[in-house]
Nanobody, 120 residues
Framework: QVQLVESGGGLVQPGGSLRLSCSAS????????MTWYRHAPGKERELVAA????????NYADSVKGRFFISRDNAKNTVYLQMNSLKPEDTAGYYC?????????????WGQGTQVTVSS
């Protein structure tokens, strides 16, 4: 079955960096775009970054543009989120997501998330 497993979260000081990973299985990874979302308590879920199936196209939320970078390794079935110049407002649970298209239509799959806390 489809599985997305995030890792790499933790506690980091403002200005620091983290790299999140999302390991995928159960589908043909190289055929699908991947996205990273984040959700902080009391806030709406936010689309952070997206990457096309080949990795040739990326998009970012304005709030992270220039600081976060999404990439993927199709040989390893893994998508990454490099987060630099972290701010306290980046504190959130970070989730990777894929939308798969099958006979019954489109279905979204989410990982369990990894917590990022930015604090001094």
């Amino acid at each position: 079955q489809v599985q997305l497993v995030e890792s790499g979260g933790g506690l980091v000081q403002p200005g620091g960096s983290l790299r999140l990973s999302c390991s995928a299985s159960g589908f043909t990874f190289s055929m699908y775009a991947m996205t990273w979302y984040r959700h902080a308590p009391g806030k709406e879920r936010e689309l952070v970054a997206a990457i096309s199936s080949s990795g040739g196209n990326t998009n970012y939320a304005d709030s992270v543009k220039g600081r976060f970078f999404i990439s993927r390794d199709n040989a390893k079935n893994t998508v990454y989120l490099q987060m630099n110049s972290l701010k306290p407002e980046d504190t959130a649970g970070y989730y990777c997501k894929v939308d798969l298209v099958g006979l019954l239509g489109r279905k979204a799959y989410w990982g369990q998330g990894t917590q990022v806390t930015v604090s001094s």
